[in-house]
């Protein structure tokens, strides 16, 4: 995902959506990762630091796909 949204970003046609999609969709899901890593690690933890790392997961995912929608619709695939 890292490596997609760089090489995007290099390009001038595709520079606005990656800045507001895909590298705020990629960061956030980096930092939801180590969120959930840090969790899972002390045995015994309760069930609710997973519930709340499940959020920034989804709002993650939601921008990533929305912003490749957006790459596609401006490079459709004949």
Known sequence: MISTAANLQGSLRYRTMVV??????????????????????????PGKPYAFSILPYRLAQYQIVKGMHKVYQTNPIA
């Not at 507001?20 to 933890?45: D, K, R, Y």
């Open 20 to 45: 507001h999609w895909l590298l705020p969709g990629v960061l956030l899901f980096m930092v939801q990762n180590i969120f959930l890593a840090i969790n899972l690690f002390p045995l015994g933890s």
